[in-house]
């Protein structure tokens, strides 16, 4: 273990590439917002593909995959503007609703909510469970440390 302006920080070696973990529970992470619901996943999903959304276009949307009156939909945006994912202009007397972050940026939150939870904070710990099971290959970690040596080579610059 090595130390980076006091913070513990681990080597990571795939092969001939080396990565530097910091730990996961030193630096603080961005707040995440409330986790989100299926139903609301899905409206996110709308909300993502199209940019810009009124409730009549998130009802049409889910209208074959799942049916929900013009009210509920509504309720389903004002639910996630007030999580934090979605904000609105209005546009005569039609709310326009767009995402506030881009997906990856959620997926990243609700990862850390998984890794706080089940993994005691540590980044570590899930990958480590992620490759025991096979959901994380080798390929996958070398493409992973490339990334984590090139950002820290740009931070180093």
């Given at each position: 273990?090595?130390?980076?302006?006091?913070?513990?920080?681990?080597?990571?070696?795939?092969?001939?590439?080396?990565?530097?973990?910091?730990?996961?529970t030193?630096?603080?992470?961005?707040?995440?917002?409330?986790?989100?619901?299926?139903?609301?996943?899905?409206?996110?999903?709308v909300?993502?593909?199209?940019?810009?959304?009124?409730?009549?276009?998130?009802?049409?949307?889910?209208?074959?995959?799942?049916?929900?009156?013009?009210?509920?939909?509504?309720?389903?945006?004002?639910?996630?503007?007030?999580?934090?994912?979605?904000?609105?202009?209005?546009?005569?007397?039609?709310?326009?609703?767009?995402?506030?972050?881009?997906?990856?940026?959620?997926?990243?939150?609700?990862?850390r909510?998984?890794?706080?939870?089940f993994?005691?904070?540590?980044?570590?710990?899930?990958?480590?469970?992620?490759?025991?099971?096979?959901?994380?290959?080798?390929?996958?970690?070398?493409?992973?440390?490339e990334c984590?040596?090139?950002?820290?080579?740009?931070?180093?610059?």
């Open positions: 273990m090595t130390f980076d302006n006091g913070r513990p920080q681990k080597l990571f070696t795939i092969g001939r590439v080396n990565a530097i973990f910091r730990s996961a030193m630096f603080s992470a961005k707040k995440s917002g409330k986790a989100l619901s299926e139903l609301e996943h899905l409206v996110m999903a909300v993502w593909e199209r940019g810009e959304v009124t409730t009549e276009d998130v009802r049409m949307a889910l209208e074959k995959r799942h049916p929900m009156k013009e009210s509920t939909a509504r309720t389903i945006l004002s639910r996630l503007e007030e999580k934090g994912y979605v904000t609105h202009r209005i546009d005569g007397r039609t709310n326009v609703y767009r995402g506030l972050d881009a997906p990856t940026n959620v997926a990243a939150r609700a990862v909510q998984i890794i706080e939870r993994c005691g904070g540590s980044v570590e710990q899930l990958l480590v469970g992620m490759v025991n099971n096979g959901v994380v290959d080798e390929k996958e970690l070398h493409r992973i440390a984590i040596a090139l950002r820290n080579k740009r931070e180093g610059e």
